[in-house]
């Protein structure tokens, strides 16, 4: 079955640093993957939408300077959280459409940022 | 904005009993998924609807998909604590492109 990698699983940053977030689909070839956060208790809201060899496209409200998006292969984006703050602490998942069958999205396990 | 609500956002039973949980929207989508999601992990996929009218059962669940592609409803029967979990439910239109989030109904079953 499809598998989608992120790395890390979580990690803790100082306030005012950076931090890269991985989603790799292992098996498959994804041109378009999807970034969404988490906070506690709520549901999943979309970031942005990761388009291979193209510009990111945001969702309203995201700040895209902020949330630095990179999409080089097919099977490889990144999100960078640019100077963090506490307030960006949060539970951040993506997921990849495979280029077959229909409305299919595999999930990444996820990365847990806090900031501190 | 496509919004999807779910009901109830929180449920608490007895293992054994059955359960409904119900995803409602004001918009027509062309398929609805349900996903389940641990605490600390990625959602899950457990089913995908396509037509109106359709049901579908996933062993204990069974999932039904309404006429007008509006509203699903996922029912649990003779729930198991490994039933546990955020159940969300995910409208889409076409392709695998954006997909709206219900807020979900996060369930414990209790042995």
Known sequence: GAVVSQHPSWVICKSGTSVKIECRSLDFQATTMFWY?????QSLMLMATSNEGSKATYEQGVEKDKFLINHASLTLST???TSAHPEDSSFYICSAGRQTG???LTFGAGSRLTVL | TQLLEQSPQF??????????VYCNSSSVF??????RQEPGEGPVLLVTVVTGGEVK???RLTFQFGDARKDSSLHI???????TGLYLCAGANGGYQ??????????QVIP
């Open chain 2, 77 to 83: 029967t003779a729930a198991q604590p490994g039933d």
């Open chain 1, 37 to 41: 956060r988490q906070f506690p208790k």
């Open chain 2, 57 to 59: 059962k996933l062993k």
């Open chain 1, 79 to 81: 999100l960078t959280v």
């Open chain 2, 11 to 20: 449920l608490s039973i007895q293992e054994g009993e059955n359960l409904t």
């Open chain 1, 102 to 104: 229909a409305n299919v």
């Open chain 2, 98 to 107: 954006k997909v709206t989030f219900g807020i979900g109904t996060k369930l």
């Open chain 2, 30 to 35: 062309s398929s609805l998924q349900w996903y």
